[in-house]
Every structure is written in C-alpha cells, then in structure tokens.
C-alpha cells in the first residue's frame, strides 16, 4: 500500500473505533465519570479533608492526578481489549484479515482508538476534578507526554489480552485481577513513603507506579520515584509489546487457523 | 508475427495442503487454475475441503505447503498487491451487526485506501443495485438474513476486485432472492469481467451460473471440467410423470426402468440414445394419459452424488486394504 493508502486505512480504523465507543456512551464514557465523581467526594471531600496533607499538597491535590492516570489506564485497555474480541467473537475481523491493510497498521489502529477512548475519559474526568479543586500543571508538556504514553502503553495490553483471548471472561481476568490491585497499589491514594522500607522495595517492582509518578510530577512537580528513568521504562515497555503483539498477529495467533 | 500474450489465470493453485494442529489433513496436495473472467464452481460435500481452499486464497487459513498465485502475484511473496484482486464473501455473516450499513461498506473501501470521494459513490452504486440502499442508516442487525448476504456482497466489491469468491453465498435465501442475486453476478461476471469461484450446495445454482467446475471430496480435487462436458457424459436422466388417474403397479415398458414413486406418479430411467416418445407411445398404447413431466432431480446432482459416492467407496477401500 502507499502511505496515503495506509493513511486512509488508518484513519478509518481510528473513526470506526471512536464511533464504536462513543456509539455505546453510557457504557463506556459515562461509567467512569460517575465512579471518579464518587472517588472525589468520598475520598478527596469527605475523608480527605480529615487526612490532611501528602507530600506537601491537600488530599485532593494529591489524588486527582492518581485518579486520572487510573481512568486513562483502566478505559484504553479495556476498549482494545474489548473491542478486538468482539471483532474476533463476531469475525468482523476478516474484514481487516482479506484486505491488503499490513498487520501493523491493523494494530496502530485499535492502539489509536483505545488511546482515544483512555484520553477521552482523562479528559472528562479532568473536567470533573475542576468542581472539586483547582488544578495546576507544573510540567505541561510531560504531563501531556506520559498520560498518552501510558494510553498507548495499556492499549497495547488490552490487544494482547484480546488475541489471546477465547471468551468474553477471558478479557475480564486481567482488568480485574491485575490491572485494579497494581493501580490501587501503585500510590494512586498514597505515597509509598508512607510504606515500611520493605514495602517500598515491593511497590517498586509495580509499573503503574511509575507512571502515576511521572503524572503527578508533571501536576504538583513532586515524585517518589526518578522521572527521567520512568518515562524510559515505560518506552521499553511500548516497543517490547508492540513487538510482541505484531509478532502474534504475524503468526496469525487466535485469529487464523 | 508477434504471438498472442498468454493470458494469466485468475487463480492458480499448485499441490496446496493443509494439515490442522489437531493432525487432520484438509487439503491433499490440490491443483487448481480458473481462467479470467471465468464462472467457476467448487462442488464438494461438507468437510470436503472447499472452504479451506478458499480460506487459503483468502488468507485465512495457514497453508502447510504449496503454491497459490492470484491473477500471477504469489501470496507468499506480495500477499497484499494479490489481496487487492480478491473480494471474498464468506459463508457465515462476518460483519459487525451493530454497525450502520453505509459504514460497513464505506469501512472497507478505507482498509483498501480508497478515498472518500470514491468510496461515496460507489457504495451508493452498489447499495442500489443490491436493494439495500434505502437500509443505507440503519443497523445492519435489523436486516433480513438475503440482505445481510446482498450487504456482504456489496462489501466485497467495493475495491472492484477481480476475483471474488462467493462462499455459498445464496445458503437461506429465498427462490425469488436466489434468482434476483444469480442475475447480478451474471451481470458483474459478463459485463465487468469479474471472475467468480462459487461454492454451493445448490448444484442447480452451478449448472445455471458456472461455465467450469471442480469437484473436490477428501481434500482431493476429483474432477475438473467444464459445466457441458460434464453434463454431456450423463448417462441416465430420471423423469417424473404426473399421470391423470392412479395406477395399481407400474407398467412394463420393455428398455426403459419405470416405476410408480407414487400412485398417480411414474419415474423413468432414460438412458443415453434412448427416445423419450417411446415411452410416451408406450404408455398411450396402455390408455394411461401423462398430464406433465419435469426432471427428478438437478442433472449436476445426479453425476455430483454419483462422482462422491464413488469416491467415499474408493477411500473407503483403500482405508480397508491398509
């Protein structure tokens, strides 16, 4: 194909994905503004205000980046991951499979639109936080720069599930079992300097820390981890599952015979 | 005097096979070529093998070995330039039904990268002629099962393929339907030029649209002919008399096998070189009155059931002697 032709094909792909999410609104935008809405209140209004401060910030200054990054996390895996599947469960997918469209472009596609739904709800989300605090943005650009690494980042996750997948629970599992715990683990709602060294060491070891770190840095310009090697750490991790899940497309896993 | 170029097939397929993880080999080293522009039909029962072959073409199945080239690209070499000859409508509805029915068509001209202002017109084309444009906003789940078929048909020529195979495409639909869709792939095969491989149940859906076929049966291609020859080595054709008033047995027309199928219903065995008037003199002669006739079954049919049974009994006896 040509680059225009792949540009066609990639834009169609993205506006197939928007359309779909946004098609299903109250499934998909409008679940996680009530939630964060609720997270606001009980935690960041109602028990924050009795918490006092962290890292030097109000409770609700310290949870509001968390809270976003958490939203943008948990909406772009699992718009990928569901929706691939449902292309796989409804074989919509030999659509893309018989035309001459590279593998490549098939996966920036669904990457692109599960970035597009994570950012779209960021966005809402940050609206919603605006009712409850005013937000400052130390580090524009990197706060920019990290929540749509992060997007591409959990995409990619939610593609990988989805080929690997063989039913509808099977796409479930991991929102539920790993991707929660790490989030509310990865000092979403606290800062692991609160945490018994040991605990710090183990925190460590969770990626959806860095990232939330890098975030917050780029709000209040505080972290408790070094930005610089979070934000490669998570490039490392970019370029190691788009290699993975290309490889698997390649192979034609879950979805040729 | 230069020579006439040679023309490349639309298709052309060496020892393709396939054998599934579970060990089960589909394909047993198949050949196949169809012409350009030609009407093709891939006959076989179920499990023999036609979908996996189409699946092969079609990229959605992994061959294990050999060679196929579509209108002289290789697949294994520059599968994408071949895909852009290909349209493929599959046997089960594999689109998204949620989707509105204009999106589905304009989406797929995009993954081909057609642009926009091409790709407008010609879904209106094609929505039109297949009768669904009036369904152009709605959901493709609200459609009737023919238009669901006709949608698929319509997505596939989207990007005017050269090739496009038709994988039982007319399965559920209606006689009405079934004819109105025959006419629109006549149409497409004899004034685009489009060569069409069928695969179909329906073996009066072939002898009607298909100038050659393939048999194929235990992932073995059986017989690969035209439509005519084929229909010209048909020995016997059975015929069904609806007779005026019932008849207590059958009577005894000397060369011909005749037998009541039903008491006021004769069939009639004529083979090659035999008149069908003698039977009619012969049964004049009884006083028994014919009020009409028509075929017992489709003339493909009878040498296709003919050709496969044989075809079970060989396996079957080699599988015996091994």
């Known amino acids: 194909m040509s680059p ?40 960041g209004s109602l028990i924050g205000s009795r918490i006092g401060e962290m890292d030097g910030f109000s409770y609700m200054d310290f949870i509001v980046p968390g809270l976003i990054m958490m939203s943008v996390i948990t909406n772009s895996y699992s718009n990928v991951a569901s929706s691939f599947f449902s292309n796989k469960f409804q074989r919509s997918i030999e659509e ?22 994570g950012l779209g709800v960021g966005v ?37 599930n989805a080929l690997l997948a063989d039913k509808f629970d099977d796409i479930s599992i991991v929102p539920t079992f790993v991707l929660t715990p790490l989030t509310y683990l990865g000092g979403v709602f606290y800062s692991i300097s609160l945490l018994p060294s040991f605990w710090q060491g183990v925190s460590l070891l969770n990626p959806i820390l860095y990232m939330v770190n890098v975030f917050r840095y780029g709000f209040l310009g505080v972290s408790d981890i070094p930005v610089g090697w979070a934000l490669a750490a998570i490039l490392c991790f970019i370029l190691v599952l788009f290699a993975i899940a290309l490889w698997m497309l390649e192979r034609g896993k879950g979805i040729r015979s | 005097m230069a020579e006439p170029a040679l023309s490349i097939p639309a298709l052309s397929i060496r020892g393709l096979t396939k054998v599934y993880a579970n060990g089960f080999q589909a394909l047993k080293g198949i050949d196949l070529e169809v012409a350009e522009g030609d009407f093709f039909a891939l006959l076989g029962p179920n499990g023999a093998g036609k979908s996996t072959t189409l699946g092969v073409v079609s990229s959605l199945v992994q061959k294990s070995d ?23 409508v599959p046997q089960e509805f594999n689109f998204n039904q949620f989707e509105k029915v204009i999106d589905i068509v304009l989406a797929q001209a995009g993954y ?55 994988d039982e495409p ?53 017989r690969n002919t035209g ?83 044989q075809g079970n009994a060989a396996t079957a006896k080699a599988e015996g002697q091994a």
């Open chain 1, 96 to 117: 893309m499979m018989v035309s001459p469209m590279p593998n490549w472009v098939i996966l920036s596609g669904f990457v692109l639109g599960g970035m597009a739904r």
């Open chain 2, 66 to 88: 050999g060679k196929v080239e579509i209108f002289g690209t290789d697949i294994d070499r520059d599968f994408a330039r071949a895909k852009y000859h290909l349209g493929v």
């Open chain 1, 124 to 160: 809402i989300v940050t609206i919603v936080s605006l009712f409850f605090t005013r937000l400052s943005v130390a580090h524009p650009l990197l706060t920019v720069g990290v929540v749509v690494l992060t997007a591409a980042l959990f995409s990619l996750g939610g593609f990988i």
């Open chain 2, 227 to 309: 439509v005519r020859e084929l229909l010209a080595e048909l020995d016997t054709e059975t015929f069904l008399l609806d007779l005026a008033r019932p008849l207590g047995e059958a009577p005894v027309v000397e060369g011909f096998e005749v037998s009541l199928s039903e008491p006021a219903q004769l069939t009639v065995a004529v083979h090659r070189g035999q008149r069908l008037n003698d039977v009619f003199a012969a049964l004049n002669d009884r006083g028994i009155e014919v009020v009409s006739m028509r075929n017992r079954a489709n003339r493909l049919e009878e040498m296709f059931v003919s050709m496969v049974e």
């Open chain 2, 112 to 166: 081909y990268g057609m642009p926009r202002r091409e790709a407008l017109p010609r879904a209106e084309e094609l929505l039109r002629d297949l009768g669904l444009w009036d369904k152009r906003n709605g959901s493709a789940r609200m459609l009737s099962g023919g238009m669901k078929r006709r949608l698929m048909i319509a997505r596939a020529l989207m990007h005017r393929p050269r090739l496009l195979i038709l």
């Open chain 1, 4 to 43: 225009q032709q792949i540009a066609i094909a990639l834009w169609t792909l993205l506006v197939k994905e928007i359309k779909r999410f946004t098609r299903i609104w109250p499934q998909t935008l409008l679940p996680p503004s009530i939630t964060m809405t609720m997270y606001f209140i009980i935690f």
């Open chain 2, 170 to 222: 007319t399965a559920g639909v209606d006689i009405e339907l079934r004819r109105s869709m025959w006419d629109y792939m006549r149409r497409i095969n004899r004034e685009e030029g489009t060569t069409i491989i069928l695969t179909t149940h329906y073996l009066e859906e072939a002898e009607s649209l298909c100038r050659h076929v393939a048999i194929i049966n235990h992932g073995e291609i059986i």
